[in-house]
C-alpha cells in the first residue's frame, strides 16, 4: 500500500470538513501500521509460480516418514545434508503461502533426521551417516567420497543444520513444540560439532573418513568456506532457541572471520576453503559466493561476491562460471539468493532461463544443467525455490 499523501487544505476548507479529513487520514495511517495478514514473499511466489511446483517436487519426493530421497528413483537420503537444504525450502514455500502441506513436510522431515541421529553411542552423539537408505528401518549406506576411503560420518553440516531446521520451524509456525521436543538432540549435534569438528583456529573442519587401510575414522581436516556458514546457521539458531553464550560466541566468529580469512581479495570472491595444511586454497567456488552472502547479507565482501557472480551472467541469463563449462541451476538460485540478501532487484533475466531452461514442468524438478538428461536433486530445486522466493534465513 502506497504511503498516505495529506494535501494542504484551503482556507474556505470549513472546521467540520477538516476534522473528517484528519479522521479518515488517521484510520487510513492506523490501517498501515496493523499487520499484514498476506504472507511474507506471496509475491514472489505469484511472479514466479514455478517456486511452488518446485516446492511440490520436492514433497512429491517425501515418504510418509519424512525420508526425501536425493533424487527420483535412487534410494539414497541426506547424501552430503541434501535433504536439509531442500527442507529449508519447504519452509520458504511454507512462509510464501501458509499452506500446511509444506509446514507438515518440514516437520516429517525434522522428525525423520532426529530419528537417525547418533543418541547412545558417547563417541559419535549428536551426528550422522554421511548417506542413509530410503527404505525402512532406513539403515545408514556405506559410501566412499574417494580413493582409500569406504565411509564418511560426522559431517560438520549435517549436525548444524539440522538445528537450523528447528530454529525455521519455530520461527515460521509460531510453535516450539518440535524446538522442545528435541532439545537434547539440539544440543547434542552442536556440541558434536564443537568439541568433533571445530579446530583449534576456530574454523569447521569437514567430516570424518574410515580409511580402508585400517578400518579407522579420521578426520577430513578440509574447512570448506560453505561449510563455515552451515555451522554458522546452526550456532545462531541454537542460541536463539535455547540462549547459549556459546553458540552465539561460534556464530559470530565464523560470521566474521570467514568474510576476512576464508576471501580472496584479489579476486574479490570467497575460495574454496583452507586446506589440510592449512593454506588458503583460492580456487572458485560459486555455490559460497551466493550462500554466505544469503546469509550475511550487505558486507563489502558479501558485495563483491555478488558482482563476481554477476560477472558471469550470460547474454541469455545462464551463469557460466567458466569458459566451455555448462551453465548449472544452483549457479543461478545462489545469483538469486544473494540479490535478496543485499536487497537487490531480483535477476529476472537469469530466474526466467532457470524456470524455462533447466525446469521440468512434467515433474516440477530442477535439472542440474539446460540438458533434461542431467539429474533433478531435491538439494538443487529447494535452493532454486528459495532464490526464486527471496526468503532470508533469518529475516
Known amino acids: 500500500m502506497n504511503p498516505v499523501t495529506n494535501r494542504r487544505a484551503g482556507e474556505a476548507l470549513s472546521i467540520a470538513a477538516w476534522l473528517l479529513l484528519s479522521c479518515l487520514t488517521t484510520q487510513t495511517v492506523m490501517a498501515q501500521t496493523l499487520p499484514s495478514s498476506e504472507p511474507p514473499h506471496s509475491h514472489a511466489s505469484a511472479n514466479w509460480p514455478q517456486a511452488l511446483r518446485i516446492a511440490d517436487f520436492i514433497l512429491s519426493l517425501e515418504n510418509a516418514a519424512g525420508a526425501i530421497p536425493d533424487q527420483p528413483g535412487v534410494i539414497t537420503v541426506n547424501e552430503d545434508s541434501n535433504m536439509e537444504y531442500a527442507l529449508i525450502a519447504l519452509g520458504a514455500a511454507y512462509a510464501a503461502t501458509r499452506d500446511v502441506r509444506y509446514r507438515d513436510g518440514l516437520e516429517r522431515g525434522i522428525q525423520w533426521l532426529a530419528a537417525r541421529e547418533e543418541m547412545t553411542d558417547p563417541r559419535w552423539k549428536g551426528s550422522w551417516w554421511y548417506v542413509y537408505s530410503a527404505n525402512p528401518p532406513y539403515q545408514p549406506i556405506p559410501t566412499s567420497p574417494g580413493t582409500g576411503v569406504t565411509d564418511v560420518r560426522g559431517v560438520d553440516a549435517t549436525s548444524t543444520l539440522f538445528v537450523y531446521l528447528l530454529y525455521l520451524d ?8 518440535l524446538a522442545k521436543t528435541y532439545a537434547p538432540n539440539a544440543q547434542a549435534a552442536l556440541d558434536f560439532a564443537i568439541h568433533h569438528n571445530l579446530d583449534q583456529d576456530g574454523f569447521s573442519r569437514s567430516s570424518w573418513q574410515r580409511h580402508a587401510s585400517d578400518g579407522r575414522w579420521y578426520m577430513y581436516a578440509f574447512k570448506y568456506s560453505a561449510d563455515q556458514g552451515d555451522v554458522y546457521l546452526g550456532m545462531h539458531a541454537g542460541a536463539l532457541l ?4 556459546e553458540y552465539e560466541r561460534i556464530a559470530r566468529f565464523l560470521r566474521e572471520s570467514t568474510q576476512q580469512r576464508l576471501f580472496a581479495k584479489a579476486q574479490g570472491r570467497y575460495g574454496l576453503g583452507i586446506n589440510e595444511t592449512g593454506a588458503f586454497d583460492s580456487a572458485p567456488y560459486v555455490f559460497a559466493q551466493g550462500y554466505l552472502a544469503w546469509m550475511w547479507g550487505d558486507t563489502p565482501q558479501n558485495r563483491q561476491a555478488l558482482a563476481w557472480l554477476r560477472s558471469k551472467v550470460a547474454s541469455d541469463g545462464a551463469l557460466v562460471e567458466a569458459k566451455g563449462k555448462p551453465a548449472e541451476s544452483l549457479s543461478v538460485a545462489m545469483l538469486g539468493m544473494a540479490d ?13 532461463w532457470l524456470v524455462t531452461k533447466p525446469f521440468d514442468p512434467a515433474t516440477g524438478g530442477i535439472h542440474d544443467t539446460a540438458n533434461a538428461k542431467t539429474p533433478e536433486y531435491n ?16 529475516d
Open 340 to 352: 535478496a540478501a543485499l536487497r537487490q532487484p531480483q535477476p529476472e533475466k537469469s530466474l526466467q
Open 242 to 245: 535455547y540462549h547459549v553464550d
Open 379 to 394: 538439494n538443487v530445486a529447494g535452493f532454486c525455490t528459495i532464490g526464486l522466493l527471496g526468503f532470508l534465513p533469518f
Open 170 to 177: 519455530q520461527k515460521l509456525t509460531g510453535n516450539d513444540t
